[in-house]
């Protein structure tokens, strides 16, 4: 059983430039969160997707943007990079939560090292 | 809103020696309390959770961790450590509006 998958491992750009980031949930999962974890950090939630849809949305700027794909994938996209989007990108996955029920259990994958230059 | 404190930043454990990781949250009503262990450059592993029911809970590689609401603790333990159990370990909680709020983290290093 594949778990949570990720590409690419890792990425280097410059700042102005753009980013996507890609997301294959575990088997059987329908929902993907991204997080994002600076060096010597925990990570950060930046927004949910659930029905294709983003759901709920941390404290990140509109250059944070996603979607979610009728095969449950995921992309995250950063627009305008600065040196400080530089960080390790986490995509974690879980079967819901569904409408009406609270947080479930998230598995992570490896991760997308994002350096900004 | 929720939060967690790890209070620790780094904790250095000789092999074969006990190791506790303290974590304390913030939360209005019960919460959901994960821990996840990473290896340097790696993805987040869960090594338990709670959600309800028994306040220990045991997790995979030996650990267990006990949840204490009057102290708004959820510490993580483990009688006795392996080489292979240094790295990062977050405390993490989850609520209603379906995110994790994960605390800084704890770096444990096992010395020979």
């Known amino acids: 059983d594949a778990g949570v998958t990720q590409s690419p491992t890792h990425l280097i750009k410059t700042r102005g430039q753009q980013v996507t980031l890609r997301c294959s949930p575990k088997?059987?999962?329908?929902?993907v969160s991204w997080y994002q974890q600076a060096l010597g950090q925990g990570p950060q939630f930046i927004f949910q997707y659930y029905e294709e849809e983003e759901r709920q949305r941390g404290n990140f700027p509109d250059r944070f943007s996603g979607h979610q794909f009728p095969n449950y994938s995921s992309e995250l996209n950063v627009n305008a990079l600065l040196l400080g989007d530089s960080a390790l990108y986490l995509c974690?996955?879980?079967?819901?939560?569904?409408?009406?029920?609270?947080?479930?259990?998230?598995?992570f994958g490896p991760g997308t090292r994002l350096t900004v230059l | 809103a929720q939060s967690v404190t790890q209070p620790d930043i780094h904790i250095t454990v000789s092999e074969g020696a006990s190791l506790e990781l303290r974590c304390n949250y913030s939360y209005g009503a019960t919460p959901y309390l994960f821990w996840y262990v990473q290896s340097p450059g790696q993805g987040l592993q869960l090594l338990l959770k709670?959600?309800?029911?028994?306040?220990l809970v045991q997790g995979i590689k030996g650990f267990e961790a006990e949840f204490k609401r009057s102290q708004s603790s959820f510490n993580l333990r483990k009688p006795s450590v392996h080489w292979s159990d240094a790295a990062e370990y977050f405390c993490?909680?989850?609520?209603?509006?379906?995110?994790?709020?994960f605390g800084a983290g704890t770096t444990v290093t096992v010395r020979a």
């Open positions: 088997s059987g999962h329908d929902t």
């Open positions: 993490a909680v989850g609520a209603v509006d379906y995110k994790l709020s």
């Open positions: 709670y959600f309800s029911g028994d306040t």
């Open positions: 974690a996955s879980s079967f819901g939560p569904h409408p009406g029920e609270l947080t479930d259990t998230q598995y």
